[in-house]
């Protein structure tokens, strides 16, 4: 009835909105019993205003703190050491959906945008060879696509965003096993 290419693809879609419908929040309101403390106090309230990693939509994501004696003005995208020195999310063959090991750099990603209204990215959907090349090419944008849309949920103006598709026209690794085209099959943030 389904052929396993479509069987994999309905997977994969079900995977994809299963990440998506996970992303919620969970009111985590203080019980009678816990007392806070005035340091903690202060972190929550540095947290709501947007200072500690977080924006003021409450997205911590990873903490963008800069390392021991490092200028704390100096810009976390040039840090070899931060979460956003990792500007590549890979998917499974035949598939659009953002893993949940890439999680931790979208939220990153999403955090330094959201902090930073003047930077701006570029999301270059890649694939393998496997395909015809419009088949490619889509494959590609669905996985820009879906890039943008999590770090759209995470709080990242649509304006500081823009995805494109190469398909198989730009591939990081040559050769045919399965290692060198798992590489090719990623897309690629790049900051303008």
Known sequence: MFSS???????????????LSGCTSVDLGESEEHQVSPADEASQNADANGMNGGNANGVNGHDITPIEGQDPNADPLNDP??????????FEFDSFAILPEYQGIVEAHANYL??????????????????????NLALGQKRADAVRRALSTLGVDENQMESISFGEEKPRAQGTDDAARSQNRRVDIKYR
């Open 114 to 135: 959201s902090q930073h209204r003047d930077k701006h990215v570029v999301l270059e959907g890649n694939t393998d060879e496997f395909g015809s090349r419009e088949y």
């Open 81 to 90: 050491n931060s979460p956003l020195a990792q500007r590549d999310i890979f």
């Open 5 to 19: 290419l479509n069987k994999r693809r309905l997977l994969s879609l079900g995977l994809g909105l299963a990440i």
